[in-house]
């Protein structure tokens, strides 16, 4: 066993003379880094001790990224939530016959959002929804033709390949044409979502209904073909095992290995309020610590492991930054309704600059602003804030 180059308190965790030996395996493997089975993953989760699993998160992350934790100043733009598709775990959608129930913005009302943060220096707008039958591919190039027209400056991260699945079948049109339409339309990265579990013996109970998961990666695929740069999520903590998690991360790591085309590998735990999956308790902070820390070890071509905060609430999220995480996304500033509906604490998830810096510092990281390509923007470790700033 190569020790060296870990830290002390890691080489104190492997020294135990009672530390199993697939897991003394696994973790000389990392530190050689040495790529992981699959088997290997499910052992971690199986039989990995929390404080180790988080050791070596740790010493991938500090290896790949040191101290620095990423964040950017971004805004939501959700057009509707009336959605065609029927996935169990949503406490977010209507169905298109109950759509008084819902919202479904106008060209112009999303115009006046991105119109709210001019002169701000916001850097990204993220729009992701429902699937709406009558917002189609037209609908939508022509949204992001007038954002780039009046925010040329502003990078439009959107739609996921459940919403890009159905437009393009709507328009006849094959993915690749598609794909270069909205491309050539204005949208420059996609969202991680709609991946939820890709093992269609989990992904069938939780939502038979929205594009499989070949679909889905060969719409990322087929982005990066183009350039683009995509991040892709997992939604886990409810009924899939260990295996289908390993299995899920394993389809991503392989096209990751083709195209190089992903930046940021996000796990999503599941929110259990109001949706048809409320039965299902949720994870516990130690399980949602393990997720985070065998992604970083799993995915180790994928440079950044992100916590996305409205949804895990900001406390968790800072703990996941002992845990291999790297990234907490962004300001948000209360334009995102999918987490608070599923029963998040962050009922409204709005953090100033100030405010996720410092919630990065307190964590004894050092907070760098970035763009959505990774860009630093600003490094904020030498920056002191105001009471008034911290209080937002
Ligand atoms: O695909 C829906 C998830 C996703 C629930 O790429 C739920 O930077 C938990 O993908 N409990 C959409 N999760 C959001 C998403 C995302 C968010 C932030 C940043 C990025 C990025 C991507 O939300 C869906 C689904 O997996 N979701 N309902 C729920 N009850
Ligand atoms: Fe529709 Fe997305 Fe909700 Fe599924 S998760 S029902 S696709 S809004």
Not at 2 to 23: E, H, K, R, V, W
Not at 51 to 75: I, P, S
Request: overall charge negative; some cysteine; hydrophobic content about 35%.
């Amino acid at each position: 066993m190569t020790t060296t180059n870990a830290t002390p308190g890691l080489q104190t965790l492997l020294a135990a003379p009672s530390l199993d030996t697939d897991i003394r395996r696994i973790a000389d493997k990392i530190l050689q880094e040495e790529r992981l089975t699959q088997e290997d993953g499910i052992t971690l989760f199986e039989k990995g001790d929390i404080g180790l699993l988080g050791a070596l998160a740790n010493h991938v992350r500090e290896r790949k990224h040191g101290n620095k934790t990423y964040f950017n100043r971004n805004f939501h733009i959700e057009p509707t939530n009336v959605c065609v598709f029927t996935c169990k775990f949503c406490s977010y959608s209507r169905l298109y016959k109950n759509r008084e129930e819902g919202w479904e913005l106008s060209i112009d009302e999303m115009l006046d959002i991105v119109k709210k943060y001019d002169g701000q220096p916001v850097t990204e707008v993220h729009i992701v929804g429902g699937v709406h039958p009558k917002m189609n591919l037209d609908f939508f190039m022509d949204l992001m033709r007038r954002i780039k027209a009046h925010r040329p400056d502003l990078h439009i991260k959107g739609f996921t390949p459940v919403e890009l699945d159905y437009m393009f079948r709507k328009a006849k049109v094959s993915v690749e044409e598609g794909m270069r339409m909205m491309h050539e339309a204005g949208l420059q990265s996609l969202p991680g979502g709609g991946a939820e579990i890709f093992h269609p013996d989990i992904r069938t109970q939780i939502c038979h209904d929205k594009v499989d998961a070949e679909g889905w990666l060969h719409i990322h695929k087929t982005a990066h073909s183009m350039g683009m740069v995509t991040n892709a999520t997992m939604l886990y903590g409810h009924i899939e095992q260990y295996w289908h998690r390993v299995d899920h991360m394993e389809r991503l790591r392989q096209l990751q290995d083709e195209t190089h085309g992903f930046n940021t590998f996000i796990p999503l735990k599941f929110r259990n309020k109001d949706n048809e999956m409320a039965h299902i308790p949720e994870s516990t902070i130690i399980e949602d610590l393990k997720m985070y820390a065998v992604g970083r070890l799993y995915m180790d071509n994928f440079p950044h492991i992100k916590a996305y905060w409205p949804m895990l609430g900001r406390n968790t999220a800072q703990l996941t930054l002992s845990f291999g995480v790297n990234d907490l996304d962004g300001t948000i500033d209360d334009t995102t309704k999918i987490y608070s509906m599923a029963g998040s604490e962050e009922q409204s998830p709005s953090m100033n600059t100030a405010q996720l810096a410092m919630l990065i510092k307190q964590a004894g990281r050092t907070p760098v602003e970035r763009d959505t390509v990774y860009n630093e923007v600003k490094d904020y470790s030498g920056v002191v804030f105001s009471e008034e700033e911290l209080a937002g």
